[in-house]
C-alpha cells in the first residue's frame, strides 16, 4: 500500500450486492469512506467498519454548531463525499468543499444532485496548503479528519487558522491520554526528561502505517494538541466529542516563537517545490 491509498479502499464499505439503479450507481462509483443517507433511505456504505460513520459523530458535534447558519460561508477541508458540507449547507450556509481526491469529490457532487444542494455547495480539487495563495476568508472552516495525514501539519494548521472569521471545527486522531502538564516560559537543555511526562505535548510520527492506513504520518496527544491550537493564535471553546475541538480566535498573540515571516515563506516554498 502507498501512501495515496487508505485503508478504507480495500474495505468493502459500499453495498455488496447492489440490486436498484440507484444501489447500482452507488456501487459504481465506490468505495465510500461516508456513509451518506440518500433521500429515499439508500445508505452509501451501509457495511461501513466503523458504523453509520460519520453520522454518529455528527450526533454528538451538531449541538455544539449554530442551529442557524444563514448567510455564513463555510470551508470544509478535506471534504471527502461531502457530509459535513451537506449538515451545515442545511443550516443554510454555502459550503465549499476541497479535497485533493477526485474519487471522493465525484460522489460528493454527484450526492448533492441527490440532496438537490448543487445551488448551496460547492467542491472543488485542492491541497490544503494551496489555501495559502488564496485571499477568501470564511465564517467557519471545518478541518475534520485531515491533519494528522498531512507531512506538514504545523504550516497547515498556520494557513487554516487564517482562513476562518468565526469558528474552527478540528478534529485528529491522538494518542492516547488526557494529561495537560503547566509548560514552562523555557526548559533548561539538561531537564529535558521532563519532555518524558504524559502530559507534554508530543506528536508521535507513524514511518510506515497506523490501522491498516500509511495516508497516517501523525498522533498527537491532547497536550499537543491544545498546544499547537495555542500556539496558533487558537482558543478552545468546546470538545464536543473525543478527539473534536471547536475554536475561535483566542485574540492573544500567538504563543512561543511564532513567525509570520516563516508561515509566509514556507507557503511560498511549497508551491515552488510542488510547480519545480
Ligand atoms: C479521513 S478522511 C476525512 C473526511 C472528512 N473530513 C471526515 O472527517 O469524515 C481525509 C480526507 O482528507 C483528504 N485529504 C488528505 N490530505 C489532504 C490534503 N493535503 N489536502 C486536501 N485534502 C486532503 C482525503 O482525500 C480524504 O478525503
Known amino acids: 500500500m502507498n501512501r495515496t491509498e487508505t485503508a478504507f479502499e480495500t474495505l468493502e464499505t459500499f453495498i455488496s450486492d447492489p440490486k436498484t439503479p440507484l444501489e447500482r450507481k452507488i456501487f459504481d462509483i465506490g468505495p465510500w469512506f461516508h456513509n451518506l443517507h440518500l433521500p429515499d433511505g439508500t445508505q452509501t456504505a451501509p457495511n461501513h467498519p466503523l ?39 442545511r443550516r443554510g450556509a454555502y459550503v465549499t468543499g476541497i479535497d485533493l481526491d477526485g474519487h471522493y469529490l465525484r460522489q460528493a457532487r454527484w450526492a448533492a444532485r441527490q440532496f438537490g444542494l448543487q445551488e448551496k455547495v460547492k467542491f472543488r480539487k485542492m491541497q490544503i496548503y494551496d489555501l495559502a495563495h488564496s485571499g477568501t476568508t470564511y465564517d467557519m472552516v471545518v478541518f475534520m479528519g485531515v491533519f494528522y495525514h498531512l507531512r506538514y501539519p504545523l504550516l497547515a494548521l498556520d494557513i487554516v487558522a487564517q482562513k476562518f472569521k468565526k469558528l474552527l471545527l478540528f478534529q485528529t486522531l491522538t494518542m492516547p491520554g488526557e494529561e495537560v502538564m503547566e509548560m514552562v516560559d523555557d526548559l533548561p537543555i539538561e531537564n529535558r526528561e521532563v519532555m518524558l511526562n504524559s502530559g507534554w505535548p508530543k506528536m508521535a510520527f507513524i514511518e510506515n502505517s497506523l490501522a491498516g492506513d500509511a495516508t497516517n504520518w501523525w498522533a498527537p496527544n491532547h497536550a499537543a494538541v491544545e498546544a499547537m491550537l495555542r500556539s496558533g493564535g487558537l482558543e478552545v471553546v468546546k470538545r464536543p466529542d473525543h478527539e473534536v475541538y471547536l475554536c475561535t480566535h483566542s485574540g492573544i498573540e500567538k504563543s512561543g516563537n511564532y513567525e509570520p515571516e516563516e508561515l509566509s515563506s514556507a507557503a511560498k516554498s511549497v508551491r515552488s517545490v510542488i510547480t519545480g
Not at 73 to 78: A, C, E, K, P, W
Not at 81 to 86: D, L, R, T
Open 51 to 89: 458504523g453509520d460513520f460519520p453520522s454518529f459523530k455528527w450526533e454528538k458535534i451538531s449541538g455544539a454548531i449554530p442551529k442557524s447558519l444563514k448567510g455564513w460561508n463555510v470551508l470544509d477541508i478535506g471534504c471527502n463525499a461531502g457530509f459535513y458540507s451537506f449538515e451545515l449547507a
